[in-house]
DNA sequence: AAATCGATGCTCT
DNA sequence: GAGCATCGATTTT
């Protein structure tokens, strides 16, 4: 079985032309709706189930890229041992989890990498976004990613490109030097869009990855959510979705 | 499909 | 100096 069609956003799309050049006119960078201010003025685990189905949208170099979100985590703040703003914590890093919801937070992991976040409303709170699936400008996120593997490793496939929370920053070219604290409900450069709503009942709850150090109780609270049966999803949780209907 | 392991440098103690 | 909200390549089931 091969590239099975997304049920949400396969084949046939609707909004935007996936034709080379855009017919986006004005200023404002955006053919589907942008997301604005009141969107991201949630708590936290809402807005992360929220951003399920939207679509992150980047201009690099005049073109314009877009994925959507098929996979975030929660951050909390407070008592979260995982988040980096536990306890109240503040340092010139986590700025912007204290900053107005949408507001986006880019760190730089193991040295190499970058993770996206967006602010969401209270103190010190972000969602993750950990995979996209990609939509437009997939030829660019195809190159952006090459530059750093070996010629002679096998070619991505498309669901490969943004499954992951720095593949999709290598993807869409973010970068803390671009992309830190960028209020992404005006930034011509990052946005998010409007895309599809997911039910309810095709958003898979789990545990968060990769932060084991943070404890049992607190690695285990079910703060990941993910769009069922998606290809694009970084990690899938098999029992997670067991408790999904279907 | 899963396990293992090295890369590589920012951030905070 | 220690610890990463990871990835990519190689090796093993």
């Given at each position: 079985?091969?590239?099975?069609?997304?049920?949400?956003?396969?084949?046939?799309?609707?909004?935007?032309?996936?034709?080379?050049?855009?017919?986006?006119?004005?200023?404002?960078?955006?053919?589907?709706?942008?997301?604005?201010?009141?969107?991201?003025?949630?708590?936290?685990?809402?807005?992360?189930?929220?951003?399920?189905?939207?679509?992150?949208?980047?201009?690099?170099?005049?073109?314009?890229?877009?994925?959507?979100?098929?996979?975030?985590?929660?951050?909390?703040?407070?008592?979260?041992?995982?988040?980096?703003?536990?306890?109240?914590?503040?340092?010139?890093?986590?700025?912007?989890?204290?900053?107005?919801?949408?507001?986006?937070?880019?760190?730089?992991?193991?040295?190499?990498?970058?993770?996206?976040?967006?602010?969401?409303?209270?103190?010190?709170?972000?969602?993750?976004?950990?995979?996209?699936e990609?939509?437009?400008?997939?030829?660019?996120m195809?190159?952006?990613?090459?530059?750093?593997?070996?010629?002679?490793?096998?070619?991505?496939?498309?669901?490969?490109?943004?499954?992951?929370?720095?593949?999709l920053c290598?993807a869409?070219?973010?970068?803390?030097?671009?992309?830190?604290?960028?209020?992404?409900?005006?930034?011509?450069?990052?946005?998010?869009?409007?895309?599809?709503?997911?039910?309810?009942?095709?958003?898979?709850?789990?545990?968060?990855?990769?932060?084991?150090?943070?404890?049992?109780?607190?690695?285990?609270?079910?703060?990941?959510?993910?769009?069922?049966?998606?290809?694009?999803?970084?990690?899938?949780?098999?029992?997670?979705?067991?408790?999904?209907?279907?």
């Amino acid at each position: 079985m091969d590239d099975v069609v997304s049920p949400y956003f396969g084949g046939a799309d609707p909004k935007c032309s996936t034709e080379s050049s855009h017919s986006c006119s004005d200023e404002v960078p955006s053919c589907g709706k942008r997301l604005g201010k009141s969107f991201f003025d949630k708590e936290c685990t809402t807005l992360a189930k929220e951003l399920l189905g939207q679509v992150l949208a980047r201009k690099v170099n005049g073109v314009i890229l877009r994925g959507m979100i098929v996979e975030t985590e929660s951050y909390l703040g407070g008592n979260d041992v995982a988040s980096h703003s536990y306890n109240g914590k503040r340092t010139p890093r986590n700025e912007p989890m204290y900053m107005a919801p949408g507001t986006l937070y880019v760190y730089s992991i193991y040295g190499m990498y970058y993770c996206l976040n967006v602010s969401s409303q209270g103190e010190g709170s972000c969602v993750l976004i950990r995979s996209l699936e990609p939509v437009d400008g997939i030829d660019e996120m195809i190159a952006h990613r090459s530059v750093k593997r070996t010629s002679k490793s096998k070619p991505l496939k498309e669901h490969e490109l943004c499954n992951g929370p720095s593949k999709l920053c290598l993807a869409m070219n973010i970068s803390k030097d671009l992309c830190n604290k960028v209020d992404a409900t005006i930034s011509e450069e990052i946005w998010l869009e409007e895309g599809q709503s997911i039910p309810e009942g095709d958003i898979v709850i789990a545990k968060r990855i990769g932060i084991e150090s943070a404890g049992h109780e607190w690695a285990n609270k079910p703060l990941r959510y993910y769009v069922f049966k998606n290809k694009n999803v970084s990690v899938k949780d098999k029992k997670a979705e067991a408790s999904l209907s279907e």
